[in-house]
């Protein structure tokens, strides 16, 4: 079966085929770090971090890229509050930004591009668009002739007339036509800016992508993606630049994720919901994030709430108590049960589903039902009077190369226990064999203090993180 994508830019599930076998271009649209990045920011990070995860898996070699916006009016107007430079406040937040997404399991891109670092490719592809006539210079700004493309709208599907009556445009004397966007601004006074060809500015905020994914990715890449708020004006503007300077598609397969509420209300700072991620991972496991961003299918809209969030908790909770206890009985366990193959295939069943269910556009809601399957089975084979290390490490196996592709590895309880608290334990079980519950109690109590809770079952002690 193959990877099937639904394609923004034909509103359709597509087979997915790569422009080189074996190989994927992907670029995303990243944060402008003026700030720590919001929830908002942290879906398509993990949403797309799962996506190359799985093509991975799949056995795709993906180059993956995603920029870093490091230089518009909203560093600019940060810098004038805090009384800073704009590369001072870009550095600090991308620091940031790795920061919160290697907590959340996301790596990092094989490049992060920055605006400062490509101001002279910037320059050059805005004299290639004038040289073409598809910009021109006005009083030190630089437009885009909107109306010169003939696919202008084919993103967001929407006519040229229909943008001219219902799009947020730029008004002024020194356009052309009103859809006519920037591609370089003249610098106001005291702003940071760089020469140009048509006096100080820097670059308008749409032709940094279309620039940058050229550079790292060449003329036409596999898949481009980014959050739905930017199908348009930021991505439709991307294709017509890239597309007439080029000649080529920009790009074969567009993926636009959905937006979050915040308790069913848009999040926005007037209403005071705005939620940072910085913020919610000092009360909250990276993981519980991860895994209620994967559980709704990327296109469609999520809520954050504190019910939700509870939700992700048990179901990340239920994953962990299933797979350790199937690591507790393979650890004592010395017999070779009965129906071996007979298991082993239910097993092998859940892991073909599961990718059968990612690949119909990467549908992580469903494929983290399978991991509950997994777990179910796993619970209903640990019921067995007998059980084959096989099929128990099977069953491990099988955990950690499911989860490991959404991103949520699971913890080893060996990294988890320190000396102290094994030489406990061990004290502990002796304790009970020589009927001393007293100690036994104890000992109970005093790593409860330290957030280790027992549980005493019929394979032996477990023990959980309180």
Same mark, same amino acid.
């Given at each position: ?346 097993? /092998? +069943? $859940?892991?073909?589903?599961?990718? %059968? ?6 549908? &992580? *809601?469903? #494929? ?72 036994? /109690? +104890? $000992?109970?109590?005093?790593?409860? %203090? ?6 005493? &079952? *019929?394979? #032996? ?6």
């Amino acid at each position: 079966m193959s990877i099937q994508i639904f394609n923004s830019l034909s509103r359709q599930k597509e087979e997915f085929v790569p422009l080189e076998k074996g190989k994927v271009k992907m670029y995303v649209c990243g944060p402008t770090v003026y700030n720590y990045i919001h929830i908002g920011n942290a879906r398509p990070v993990i949403v797309y971090d799962t996506v190359r995860r799985y093509l991975s898996y799949r056995g795709y070699d993906v180059t993956y890229v995603s920029n870093f916006t490091d230089v518009d009016d909203k560093l600019i107007n940060a810098a004038r509050e805090l009384g800073e430079e704009v590369p001072q406040i870009a550095e600090r937040f991308i620091k940031a930004y790795f920061d919160n997404t290697k907590a959340l399991g996301c790596a990092e891109a094989d490049a992060h591009p920055r605006v400062m670092e490509h101001m002279p490719q910037i320059i050059e592809f805005i004299e290639a668009l004038i040289d073409k006539e598809y910009a021109y210079e006005s009083q030190g700004d630089v437009y885009y002739r909107t109306r010169k493309f003939d696919g202008y709208g084919k993103l967001s599907h929407q006519s040229v007339d229909e943008l001219k009556s219902g799009a947020r445009v730029e008004m002024g004397d020194k356009k052309e036509d009103p859809l006519d966007f920037v591609l370089w601004k003249a610098a106001k006074p005291g702003e940071i800016s760089w020469d140009s060809p048509w006096g100080a500015g820097r670059p308008g905020w749409h032709i940094e992508c279309s620039v940058m994914a050229r550079e790292h990715l060449g003329d036409t890449i596999d898949i481009h993606a980014g959050g739905q708020d930017l199908t348009f004006p930021h991505h439709e503007n991307e294709i017509a630049q890239s597309e007439a300077m080029t000649g080529k598609p920009f790009a074969r397969y567009w993926m636009h994720n959905g937006y979050i509420n915040i308790d069913n209300e848009k999040m926005s700072k007037s209403l005071n919901n705005f939620v940072l991620v910085n913020d919610i991972l000092k009360e909250l496991d990276p993981q519980v994030l991860r895994f209620f961003m994967l559980s709704v299918h990327y296109r469609n809209p999520i809520n954050y709430s504190q019910e939700l969030v509870e939700d992700a908790i048990a179901g990340l909770e239920r994953w962990r108590t299933a797979y350790n206890n199937v690591k507790h009985r393979l650890s004592v366990t010395a017999d070779l049960g009965d129906q071996t193959d007979i298991w082993q295939s239910k097993v /092998d +069943e $859940i892991k073909q589903a599961f990718i %059968e269910t990612m690949d119909d556009d990467f549908n &992580t *809601a469903n #494929g983290i039902s399978k991991l509950f399957d997994l777990s179910r089975l796993s619970n209903q084979y640990l019921a067995e009077k007998q059980t084959s290390k096989q099929v128990l490490e099977s069953f491990i196996q099988t955990f950690e190369e499911l989860a490991g592709v959404l991103g949520l590895p699971f913890q080893q309880e060996e990294e988890l226990l320190d000396a102290e608290i094994e030489a406990l334990l061990e004290e502990r079980i002796e304790a009970r064999k020589n009927r001393n519950f007293a100690r036994a /109690d +104890e $000992i109970r109590d005093l790593m409860k %203090e330290k957030n280790i809770l027992l549980e005493d &079952t *019929a394979q #032996g002690t477990r023990w959980k993180r309180g």
